[in-house]
């Protein structure tokens, strides 16, 4: 038999654009400006964080570090203060935050966590690597000609994909770009690198698999 599937739980307004789980949480981030972590056990929202934004694009967490990116922005919160009971909506809006990184000159669309750095992919052609302790831009890795839609890292290899129809793979040491793959008719919507090798999605309706 199918397995029956869960009670469908609603709360956004908008397009969801990602979601992670961390233990009994799951956090979710949507294009109405909004966060909002949901209790798995009992399938409840029980916090909205509101960006005031233009819309939430993305999530990834790194210890007690929520990270979400939205428009040219990304910001960071206190895992341990916005899942907190002690404290109402406003609160954990205005405590929960600890920085706003603003290095990016245009809208992110992805971002990837790689111990202390954080990748991340914009609008500008380009993807930056951050040092989370400093809350820094460490270096700004260029190459493709249009817009870095996705990006994964796999062992040694920051791969990216790109509205320019190519996947390129970057040294992840040196940020040297050491491979470009085409093939696909239309720009990449999402990569990922699993037992050697590289699944690639496009808007040209097909998904690639690369040796």
Request: proline share 2%.
């Amino acid at each position: 038999h199918p397995p029956t599937p869960h009670p469908k739980r609603q709360g956004h307004k908008g397009l969801i654009h990602g979601i992670i789980v961390l233990g009994d949480m799951a956090i979710s981030a949507s294009q109405d400006k909004c966060i909002k972590i949901w209790d798995l056990r009992l399938g409840d929202c029980v916090t909205t964080l509101e960006t005031r934004s233009r819309g939430c694009y993305g999530l990834a967490a790194h210890d007690v570090k929520l990270i979400q990116a939205s428009g040219s922005k990304i910001f960071t919160w206190d895992l341990r203060k916005i899942a907190s009971s002690t404290m109402n909506e406003e609160q954990r809006n205005n405590f929960g935050r600890y920085d706003t990184l603003t290095g990016n000159a245009t809208g992110v669309y992805g971002h990837q966590m790689v111990g202390d750095r954080l990748y991340t992919s914009a609008v500008d052609n380009s993807v930056r690597l951050w040092d989370l302790r400093s809350m820094q831009v460490k270096s700004k890795i260029v190459g493709h000609s249009d817009f870095v839609r996705t990006l994964a890292v796999a062992g040694e290899r920051l791969i990216t994909g790109s509205d320019d129809k190519s996947i390129r793979i970057w040294d992840l040491e040196f940020h040297d770009c050491t491979k470009v793959l085409r093939g696909h008719g239309s720009y990449i919507t999402a990569i990922k690198a699993a037992r050697a090798r590289l699944f690639s999605a496009s808007m040209d309706k097909t998904i690639k698999v690369w040796e």
